[in-house]
């Protein structure tokens, strides 16, 4: 479920997108919500989206309009919500409140658990508690090194991307395995335990429309550790179609947690191992990514790879 807004409405995308996630992604079932991702051609996509366009009265965005015409005229399916003014916001709240109780009704979950969350809480707590035994989080072993970049993953996808590279073992050859295997009706989501600016946004977003351009899937952008009560539920619980690329890096500047031996970068570290654990458990494809200290050469690096890897 795309999610397209009017400039002034940009913020409820977010607050749609952990709804939505949150409330159906569990049991290996959930409606999928994309957010942010700028409107393309119509042979940017596959057939597996449903669009809702939500206007609201006296934005003008031509381009965003036009697109969603071509969209419209070329067979994908648009849902138009307009608001005549931005106290309508509340109504619209309701709205989708009602119709993803519903959707969980027809889909035989649960909407107001969130049992994949909590095992992220679990696996972290676990981590810290090591740290707090040992004074540091557990080794780890990457798969491969080179240009401060180091690629982790689970000893499962190890192996497949082993076999996918074949001689490449290099980073541009486990990130074109990785990629490759992408198909029609999944969804690739890029998860980044980085700083949010606008420096590191940018690169990000290429990367995100790179793929969606290339591969015709739907693409999700999300910082950590914000999206882990949000759409990480539905990226461990829902449906095993998403394929992974988590980011982390070294923190530049760490600060002591007060009355605790372990530093809040610590505590982050923790949180996106942690998370990645668990979408290993679940079987997902993922990948994660460690940029070290100098994260703007390390996604400059990371960009200029995926465009190689895609050609």
């Known amino acids: 479920l795309t999610i397209v807004t009017s400039p002034t409405l940009s913020a409820f995308g977010g607050w749609l997108e952990q709804l939505l996630a949150e409330s159906t992604g569990k049991e290996g079932k959930g409606t999928i919500p994309i957010d942010l991702e700028k409107c393309g051609p119509p042979d940017d996509y596959g057939h597996d989206r449903l669009f809702v366009y939500i206007t609201l009265a006296g934005d003008k965005d031509v381009q965003r309009n036009s697109a969603i015409n071509q969209l419209q005229a070329a067979g994908h399916p648009i849902v138009r919500i307009a608001l005549d003014d931005r106290y309508q916001i509340g109504s619209e709240m309701f709205r989708w409140e009602m119709a993803t109780a519903v959707a969980g009704a027809l889909l035989g979950i649960n909407a107001f658990n969130q049992p994949d969350v909590e095992a992220s809480k679990l696996a972290t707590l676990a981590l810290t508690t090591e740290y707090e035994t040992s004074g540091s989080l557990p080794p780890e072993t990457p798969l491969f090194e080179d240009n401060e970049i180091k690629v982790f993953t689970d000893e499962r996808n190890a192996k497949a991307l082993r076999d996918i590279a074949g001689n490449d073992k290099t ?68 449906p095993n179609s998403g394929v992974f690329v988590q980011i982390t890096c070294d923190d530049a500047n760490d600060i002591k ?55």
């Open 257 to 311: 947690v007060p009355n605790q031996t372990y530093t809040f970068g610590t505590v982050k570290a923790a949180q996106a191992r942690g998370d990645f654990q668990v979408l290993s458990e679940r079987g997902r494809r993922a990948l994660r990514l460690h940029l070290g200290k100098d994260v703007s050469a390390g996604l400059a690096i990371l960009k200029q790879t995926i465009e190689k890897a895609l050609n």
């Open 171 to 238: 980073l541009l050859g486990y990130l074109k395995a990785h990629l490759s295997t992408i198909k029609a009706g999944d969804y690739f989501g890029l998860l980044a335990y980085i700083h949010m600016n606008e420096t590191h946004h940018e690169p990000l977003n290429s990367i995100r429309h790179l793929i969606r351009d290339t591969k015709k899937v739907a693409t999700c952008l999300e910082y950590g550790p914000r999206f882990l009560h949000s759409t990480g539920q539905l990226y461990k619980g829902g």
